[in-house]
């Protein structure tokens, strides 16, 4: 089970964190990665993390201001988001697969139930 949370409001420039918390089972072999939806679009890949390593990938629109990282003690992914920009808006969710650098949601076997971030203008 994935519980994705820290959505919220923000002013354009801010910053948000969100966390995945992972349950029932042991992740620690796993990638886990955060998708995003805005309304009216598909669900676009953001970023993904090899838990065993911390390796990263990030989506062009993203790189070099979001930041997915691990803590394997709390069993939880964590997704850093500065210079938010209105374009960031739409819900978030945490996925887990086993394939890294996967963009692709049908890669991925667990999902969490999302968090939404709204970035005023």
């Known amino acids: 089970q994935l519980q994705a949370s820290g959505g919220g409001l923000v002013q354009a420039g801010g910053s948000l964190r969100l966390s995945c918390a992972a349950s029932?089972?042991?992740?620690?072999?796993?990638?886990m990665a955060w998708f995003r939806q805005a309304p009216g679009k598909e669900r676009e890949f953001v970023a993904t993390?090899?838990?065993?390593?911390?390796?990263?990938y990030y989506a062009d629109s993203v790189k070099g201001r979001f930041t997915i990282f691990r803590d394997n003690a709390k069993n939880t992914v964590y997704l850093q988001m500065n210079s938010l920009k209105p374009e960031d808006t739409a819900v978030y969710y945490c996925?887990?697969?086993?394939?890294?650098?996967?963009?692709?949601?049908?890669?991925?076997?667990?999902w969490g139930q999302g968090t939404e971030v709204t970035v005023s203008s």
């Open positions: 996925a887990a697969g086993v394939q890294f650098i996967a963009t692709m949601g049908s890669q991925y076997v667990y």
């Open positions: 029932g089972r042991t992740f620690s072999s796993y990638v």
């Open positions: 993390v090899r838990l065993s390593s911390g390796s990263a």
